[in-house]
């Protein structure tokens, strides 16, 4: 039998007013799903057919148009992490209730922890752990002729009569393997819907900060230089579907190895081709500063993890670096030029924090804006499963794994105080109250001296440089009336 299936893309959603809407925080439509797009393509290369139906692009959702595409198809295929999973088990739900033989097959990060919670609570049939490209083509072979045993497919949870069965967990891909992975299906994306493409570089981060929640924390595994150019030169064709015409790396940690990145400065040095990148680092590699010159020609930003203005909360959250560090790093950006592309992410709320904590932290974000013209970004702390600080609070056994199940996850207080143990609610006001203070001063600050040439905004920067912004504890971006 010919098998055709469907990736649905389901951004983070919500329920309000009876009605299933995208939050406010996606309404950028930054990037796309890298996993959706890689996937559908490994599928393909191994003859299946796939369509993406991509719900990015919808402010309010359509279930029963959504319920009616699904007939078309023979399989329904979802990614899943701890924000959008709710969103996905409802889709799910109404799926079934119209198409109840359809298999439902889901992974990503919040599946591949919570799979037999969901297997049992949900009507998703299989759940892949981990890495999905190989378990996902050997169970579409299997589904294909339903027959044989499900047992010998790593990775895969399901369900059997009443049972929930789990087989072992899947070995990670290898370099040599992430290397030969197929260009992510990009002629299935839509037009005109998001900032930039979405591209994959390496796989993981050997470091292991305590509010961090990454598959692969601890293993880091590259794709070589001429692969990763390869890949860039393949984007050039489908950029123009994009806004702002820019790659995202959403490798979570682009920049161990230098020598990588001096091989790929120097092969695009040579193709002569252009393009605009956006990549995570952090603050002590910048220390080294050579490296710069070779991505300066098409670095539109970079995103640092500060995440606390003081040294103690550093330690804490074994960051393996002092403020000193974040400080010498915003200044080495300023010094190449390069001051506009440098994004400072902070966190607020950590577990041990209090409001004077949190008032340095900002002070301090506030400081680099002012003396570097780097863009800081500021928001809450939050508890996302795997990471430590989450696991910490849900072997206390206070954390409810239902609570992801909901669309109102955002609006929950319980998880709220959880991940800000230390703050009382007056606490959070004023701390918001001063932020708006700093905002206001500090942007007209900018806007004031907008001719200094540090500021400037690169061309398809999707934000100015130079700026002080923050998100509130739902979530929202805060902007004045
Ligand atoms: C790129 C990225 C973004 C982008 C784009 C997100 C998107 N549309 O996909 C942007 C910048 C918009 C973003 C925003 C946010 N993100 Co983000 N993001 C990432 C990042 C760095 C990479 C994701 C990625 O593409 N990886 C590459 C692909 C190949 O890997 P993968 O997704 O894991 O997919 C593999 C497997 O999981 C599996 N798989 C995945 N899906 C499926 C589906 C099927 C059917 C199968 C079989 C297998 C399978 O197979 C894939 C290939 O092996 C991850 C970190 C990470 N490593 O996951 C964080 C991460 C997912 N983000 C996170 C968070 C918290 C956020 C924000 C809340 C941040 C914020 N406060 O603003 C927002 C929320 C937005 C949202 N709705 O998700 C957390 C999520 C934690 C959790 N438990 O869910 C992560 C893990 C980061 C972290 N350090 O903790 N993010
Ligand atoms: S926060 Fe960044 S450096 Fe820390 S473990 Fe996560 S990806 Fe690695």
Not at 304 to 323: D, I, R
Request: some cysteine; overall charge neutral.
């Amino acid at each position: 039998m010919n098998m055709k299936l469907l990736f649905i893309n389901v951004p983070f959603l919500i329920e309000r007013d009876e009605k299933i809407k995208k939050h406010s925080m996606e309404n950028f439509n930054i990037v796309g799903s890298y996993s959706i797009y890689l996937l559908s393509s490994v599928v393909s290369r191994e003859g299946f057919e796939s369509d993406i139906l991509d719900l990015s692009g919808e402010d309010e959702i359509d279930i029963e148009r959504i319920k009616e595409q699904t007939l078309r198809y023979d399989v329904v295929l979802f990614s899943a992490n701890s924000l959008n999973w709710a969103g996905v088990k409802r889709i799910t739900e109404e799926i079934k209730k119209e198409n109840k033989e359809i298999p439902v097959i889901s992974g990503g990060i919040h599946p591949s922890f919570f799979d037999e919670h969901i297997l049992k609570t949900s009507p998703v049939d299989f759940i892949i752990r981990g890495e999905g490209e190989k378990p996902l083509v050997q169970l579409l072979k299997w589904l294909r002729k339903r027959k044989g045993s499900l047992t010998g497919i790593s990775g895969l949870s399901y369900k059997e009569k009443d049972k929930i069965i789990r087989n072992k967990s899947s070995k990670l891909m290898t370099e040599l393997e992430l290397e030969h992975l197929p260009f992510p299906a990009f002629e299935k994306m839509p037009d005109d819907l998001y900032l930039s493409l979405p591209l994959e570089t390496s796989r993981g981060c050997p470091f292991s900060c305590g509010f961090c929640s990454i598959l692969h924390r601890g293993s880091w595994r590259p794709v070589s230089p001429y692969q990763i150019y390869e890949r860039l030169h393949k984007c050039l064709e489908f950029l123009p579907k994009t806004k702002m015409k820019y790659i995202s790396f959403v490798d979570d940690y682009f920049t161990p190895g230098i020598k990588r990145i001096y091989d790929l400065g120097k092969i695009l040095e040579k193709k002569k081709e252009s393009f605009s990148v956006y990549f995570n680092s952090r603050c002590s590699d910048l220390i080294e500063d050579e490296w710069l010159e070779y991505v300066k020609p098409w670095t539109v930003r970079i995103f640092l993890g500060g995440e606390s203005g003081y040294n103690k909360g550093l330690m804490q959250l074994q960051k393996g670096f002092t403020v000193k560090i974040i400080e010498d790093s915003a200044r080495l950006l300023l010094k190449r030029g390069m001051s506009h592309t440098g994004e400072y992410s902070f966190l607020m709320g950590f577990p041990w924090e209090n409001k004077k904590d949190i008032i340095r932290t900002i002070d301090f974000a506030a400081h680099l804006v002012r003396e570097y013209g780097i863009t800081a970004r500021l928001s809450w702390h939050e508890l996302w499963p795997p990471s430590r600080f989450w696991m910490n609070e849900y072997h206390k056994g206070i954390l409810n794994i239902e609570w992801y199940d909901s669309l109102s996850l955002y609006r929950n207080e319980s998880l709220k105080s959880l991940a800000c143990p230390s703050l009382s609610q007056k606490d959070v006001d004023e701390v918001e109250q001063y932020l708006h203070k700093v905002f206001s001063s500090l942007n007209f600050a900018i806007s004031s001296s907008a001719t200094d040439e540090s500021l400037n905004t690169a061309p398809h920067s999707p934000l100015p440089g130079g700026k002080f912004y923050y998100f509130n504890r739902e979530m929202k971006e805060f902007t004045p009336e």
